[in-house]
């Protein structure tokens, strides 16, 4: 397994931007498939974003496309979630995830988490 930790998170203003980082340590970060997840208060825990391990291929939830980029650095052993156009309903604890494989967009395909960055956007 890979420990994950995040940061980058903040409050700003509708319309700005954010780049959350996560930094892992362990063996072979470059063969795990990376996920960013979000949880608002009152709701559950959802997908936002994926990348495989070579970040040749990415997935996303439809309300990020076309705001949100994740990419990833290998050599850094870190993933990013580059956020623009940012909106009040992107407020949220931002989660980082790692797994072998990706297999989905369920929390139960994801077995390694970071303890989360908060994001609030401000209207």
């Known amino acids: 397994q890979v420990q994950l930790v995040e940061s980058g998170g903040g409050t700003v203003q509708a319309g700005g931007s954010l780049r959350l980082s996560c930094a892992a340590s362990?063996?072979?970060?470059?063969?795990?498939?990376m996920g960013w997840f979000r949880q608002a208060p009152g709701k559950e825990r959802e997908f936002v974003a994926a990348?495989?391990?070579?970040?040749?291929?990415?997935y996303y939830v439809d309300s990020v496309l076309g705001r949100f980029t994740i990419s990833r650095d290998n050599a850094k052993n870190t993933v990013y979630l580059q956020m623009n156009s940012l909106k009040p309903e992107d407020t949220a604890v931002y989660y980082c995830a790692a797994d072998l494989n990706y297999s989905g967009r369920d929390e139960e395909d994801f077995g390694s988490w970071g303890q989360g960055t908060q994001v609030t956007v401000s209207s």
């Open positions: 990348s495989s391990w070579s970040g040749g291929a990415t």
């Open positions: 362990g063996r072979a970060f470059s063969r795990y498939a």
